[in-house]
């Protein structure tokens, strides 16, 4: 956007580019995204166009589309597009990069103790085969410093360690990493590294080669708004060899793009019309945009936290488009604490998620464009309403 050009407006003034419920508080962009409409409008027509002629668009039309496709995401992540590959999920991206690797008995694959479940789990997989065992890097929470997550990420590598799978945002805990210095600190011992980025396009900005990750998953379908089931697997040249897709196919030994570009067939119209939600950032400010969904995070969190009397998770630079609010609740929770508080607040009108982080229940808040400060209070009403039934 050229610096005299005027800032979009924001909040409700583009609410109605979503199809978004107006009665329900929707705070919560960080799980599953939302779609706007005119992504949806492109992705249909890209249904419209495989299902008029299903013969010639998988031969003719796809292939090139997808590259297409490939080459405006990667310059959006700063990168080529002969070193991305579309997947499904991030989910689906780590399991082709984990269940690619070769481990022994007694090898050590390093997680974050506040690693995505899902990750974690095909992590578990892998090293499970293998007789390798998994180890924990203890994130210190509440309110981290940076140096002292590398310090963790640092203290947890052995001898032994064969990949470190490191989140850029975490899940639970909403806390934006100092990635470049995590994946810095295991480089200097020789360990290669796997970024679960679920949350990292269009909530931060990328420079995929800059941060030197060996590996990079990344989600479009929350923060770029894209179409569910557009993610991308960024691998750096000198590992796309023997790098393939969860499901074998076709394009077996034909290299690391043929092979993921074909599994099978599929609907691939998240990933055509990725372009359309590249577009749509842009035009509501981009890097403008992000700065302005942090500040809106954080002005939320407070807010709640005040309400609450309680604390936030993070400021300053590990603080990102979501925030963390303790919930003012005595003694332990449960898991099962934590899914009654999930299903109350969704009965009562809103989708802010809770998260045991620690011995203490947490709700976390998103912003994206379409909020504003007044969805914030309006949460703060429903949560106060359902912490004293509770
Ligand atoms: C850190 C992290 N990793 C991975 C995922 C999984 O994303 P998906 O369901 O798109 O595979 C999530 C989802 O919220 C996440 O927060």
Same mark, same amino acid.
């Given at each position: 956007m050229p610096a005299s050009a005027p800032a979009p407006l924001l909040g409700r003034a583009v609410?109605?580019?979503?199809?978004?419920?107006?009665?329900?508080?929707?705070?919560?962009?960080?799980?599953f995204g939302a779609t706007p409409r005119v992504v949806l409008a492109a992705q249909q027509e890209w249904q419209r166009r495989m299902e008029s002629q299903p013969g010639r668009f998988f031969r003719a039309v796809l292939p090139d589309a997808l590259r297409h496709a490939a080459d405006r995401l990667a310059a959006f992540l700063g990168?080529?597009?002969?070193?991305v590959a579309f997947v499904e999920n991030t989910t689906v991206g780590c399991n082709a990069v984990l269940r690619s690797l070769r481990f022994a008995p007694g090898d050590e694959i390093l997680v974050l103790s506040h690693a995505y479940g899902a990750v974690r789990n095909a992590a578990r997989f892998v090293a499970a085969q293998a007789g390798a065992r998994i180890i924990e890097a203890a994130v210190p929470f509440p309110r981290p410093e940076p140096d002292a997550i590398v310090a963790a990420v640092a203290a947890a590598l052995?001898?032994?360690?064969?990949l470190a799978v490191l989140d850029h945002i975490t899940s639970g805990s909403a806390l934006v990493l100092p990635l470049h210095a995590m994946i810095a600190a295991c480089h200097a011992a020789g360990v290669p590294v796997l970024v679960? !980025? @679920?949350?990292g396009p269009g909530q931060v900005t990328l420079d995929l080669p800059a941060l030197g990750a060996d590996w990079y998953v990344g989600n479009?379908?929350?923060?770029?708004?894209?179409?569910?089931g557009c993610a991308f697997l960024w691998a750096s040249p000198q590992h796309q060899a023997g790098l393939h897709p969860v499901t074998i196919s076709h394009?077996?030994?034909?290299g690391f793009r043929a092979e993921f570009d074909w599994?099978?067939?599929?609907?691939c119209s998240a990933w055509l019309s990725v372009d359309v939600a590249i577009d749509f950032q842009a035009r509501l400010g981009d890097e403008a945009l992000r700065t302005r969904n942090r500040m809106l995070a954080a002005d939320a969190a407070s807010l709640l936290s005040r309400r609450l009397n309680t604390e936030v998770a993070a400021t300053g630079a590990?603080? !990102? @488009?979501m925030g963390l609010v303790r919930l003012p609740l005595s003694g332990p929770v449960t898991p099962q604490q934590s899914l009654d508080m999930r299903a109350r607040l969704l009965e009562a009108g809103t989708d802010a998620p809770t998260h045991i982080v620690g011995d203490a229940l947490w709700l976390r808040l998103s912003a994206h464009?379409?909020?504003?400060?007044e969805d914030y209070q309006r949460l703060g009403e429903i949560v106060a309403r359902v912490l004293r039934d509770v």
């Open positions: 609410r109605h580019e979503w199809v978004l419920d107006p009665d329900f508080v929707s705070v919560n962009h960080g799980s990168t080529d597009g002969k070193d052995t001898p032994r360690t064969r679960d !980025g @679920a949350h479009c379908h929350k923060w770029l708004c894209a179409a569910k394009g077996l030994g034909d599994t099978g067939t599929r609907d590990l603080a !990102g @488009a464009a379409y909020n504003e400060i």
